[in-house]
């Protein structure tokens, strides 16, 4: 049997099977540009159509200098009152969150406030399909935690400050980590949401 | 009978029977603030949950004077790659854009950039429910237009620089601007998209 160089021949679209070698963190992204390069790959083979809300901004000062564009001279940061992904997906709408924490055993709960949860609320109500990717960035793992998860944690524990791994492991799911897409989050909804569709 | 004065005890929420009194344009309301206005108030009635997204801004120097917070003290508007409303009815993903003119008998087509149609065509193909809100201000008309039918104006006349009202009104639907909500284009979304639902 001849030896081909593997590395070679895999398509670029075909999971690695060493997924340490290929985790976005190891490539130097952070975790926000691998859901974004995700987004761009799944639009792109026409699969989903998601994207990153822009931050929103207030403008406070605009000026027109002579023969340019316009110029914001003075603008501050709001806080967001939605979550910052939504899209669709087989007609459904999307809708999530992205956060990262260096924390090895909880995901802080100040990821989270208070208009989101709200929000995530109402998008389920609406049967949306919603929740968070959280990415322990030290222990290279991450896990797609259903929005009814999260709002029933913040409800019942809203004094606690984080929310335990094992509890996210218990109501949530392990993201495989690839390499392209780098966080295939849509295997899990096929799964969870539209029966293995 | 007692005369009661009518416009003391309707309810808020009741449409008027005088259309052309309450059309948010003789209230001082532009298009687009009457458009927030009725994703407001589908979202407090748990109708439907509908936002605009932030003006996309491109930040380039970002101050952070001492006991305040960051400062943006240069930023330059970015072009819209994606439409303006998105969100969830009934499970369905929406999306649209809202487009106002002062002419009487054409959409002028400019409103309409090429990274719009292309997202527009790829929610399509992702069985989203995808339109535009056309409003003739000095006609006081409002159409909605499904997506379809603007992009394939948009192909088919790629010269032309702007779409007759005609067009609009073989293709589209009259909405009966209201007072609450102003712009009921669930209304529509019911009956040519969930089949009366």
Redesign the interface.
């Known amino acids: 049997m001849v030896n081909y160089p593997h590395h070679l021949i895999r398509k670029p679209d075909q999971p690695s099977s060493k997924s340490k070698s290929v985790n976005f963190a190891n490539r130097g992204m952070s975790f926000e540009t691998a859901i974004n390069a995700t987004n761009d790959y799944y639009?792109s083979r026409?699969l989903?159509?998601v994207?990153k809300?822009?931050?929103?901004?207030q403008?406070v000062k605009v000026d027109y200098p002579r023969r340019s564009?316009?110029?914001?001279?003075?603008?501050?940061?709001r806080q967001a009152?939605?979550t910052d992904y939504?899209?669709?997906?087989?007609?459904?709408?999307?809708?999530f969150e992205a956060k990262e924490t260096r924390q090895k055993s909880s995901m802080p709960m100040k990821n989270f406030h208070a208009h989101q949860i709200e929000?995530m609320e109402?998008?389920l109500?609406?049967?949306?399909i919603c929740f968070v990717l959280l990415h322990f960035s030290t222990l290279k793992e991450t896990y797609f935690l259903p929005a009814d998860a999260l709002v029933a944690f913040y409800q019942i524990d809203q004094g606690t400050k984080s929310m335990p791994l094992d509890y996210i492991k218990k109501n949530g799911y392990m993201v495989t980590n690839g390499r392209l897409p780098q966080v295939p989050y849509l295997d899990i909804i096929d799964k969870i949401f539209l029966g293995g569709d």
Do not use: C, M
């Open positions: 639009l026409h989903a159509v994207h809300k822009p931050t929103p901004i403008i564009r316009a110029k914001i001279v003075e603008a501050y940061f009152s939605t939504s899209g669709v997906y087989k007609g459904r709408y999307l809708d929000h109402n998008v109500e609406q049967n949306g």
